[in-house]
């Protein structure tokens, strides 16, 4: 076990929906990161938040927004989906950002079917 | 650009036999370096890590990795493999400033019992 939790464990929904993805970091880590596995483009890094604040992006698609709050949990929101966003979606945290380099520990992960 | 290859995406090995998954790596400096198992249906679990020092790291589960500047490579090694390891292992490098990992595509081994 990481520490790091993600909730729901799977969501099945439709085109053109919108859903939200939860991550709890581990105590104490102040960076989340967000990232995306699907068969086609394998494990890519979408967005990290550092104690709030938006610190890096990746690939994420303008339909996709994420946030940090002040207890540090984080949410990544989908919206408007399309078949092609059918992948899991882990959630990472690590101790800092920049300053040093810490690993990363993974969630579970959220498994997002699109009908 | 960064990037990480994994080449072999699948491998397949009889329990008790050694095992060496290659990963190599580019990026213009020292790189930090992760290997990381996916056992289906599961997260990722850190396996070894690379910052500085020594070059052969050992990890959990009984694997170990050597790091080899000259050749930019970061292979997994385990003497005997346990039907318990088939899973998926992906190669990762991250560098200071850039806050995020890439990932290499992975390599799925099978153990034969």
């Known amino acids: 076990d990481s520490g790091v939790t993600q909730t729901p464990k799977h969501l099945i929904t439709a085109t053109g929906q919108r859903v939200t993805l939860r991550c709890s970091p581990r105590s104490g880590d102040l960076s989340v990161y967000w990232y995306q596995q699907s068969l086609d483009q394998g494990l890519q890094f979408l967005i990290q938040?550092?104690?709030?604040?938006?610190?890096a992006k990746g690939n994420i698609l303008e339909r996709f927004s994420a946030q940090q709050f002040p207890d540090l949990h984080s949410e990544l929101n989908l919206s408007s989906l399309e078949l092609g966003d059918s992948a899991l979606y882990f959630c990472?945290?690590?101790?800092?950002?920049?300053?040093?380099?810490?690993?990363?520990?993974f969630g579970p992960g959220t498994r997002l079917t699109v009908l | 650009a960064q990037s990480v290859t994994q080449p072999d995406i699948h491998i397949t090995v009889s329990e008790g036999a050694s095992l060496e998954l290659r990963c190599n790596y580019s990026?213009?400096?020292?790189?930090?370096l992760f290997w990381y198992v996916q056992s289906p249906g599961q997260g990722l679990q850190l396996l070894l890590k690379y910052f500085s020092g020594d070059t052969l790291v050992q990890g959990i589960k009984g694997f170990e990795a050597e790091f080899k500047r000259s050749q930019s490579s970061f292979n997994l090694r385990k003497p005997s493999v346990h039907w318990s390891d088939a899973a998926e292992y992906f190669c990762?490098?991250?560098?200071?400033?850039?806050?995020?990992?890439?990932f290499g595509t992975g390599t799925r081994l099978k153990v034969l019992a």
């Open positions: 990472a945290s690590s101790a800092y950002s920049g300053l040093s380099y810490n690993e990363q520990f």
């Open positions: 990026y213009g400096a020292t790189p930090y």
């Open positions: 990762a490098v991250g560098a200071l400033g850039t806050y995020k990992y890439i």
């Open positions: 938040y550092y104690n709030g604040e938006e610190r």
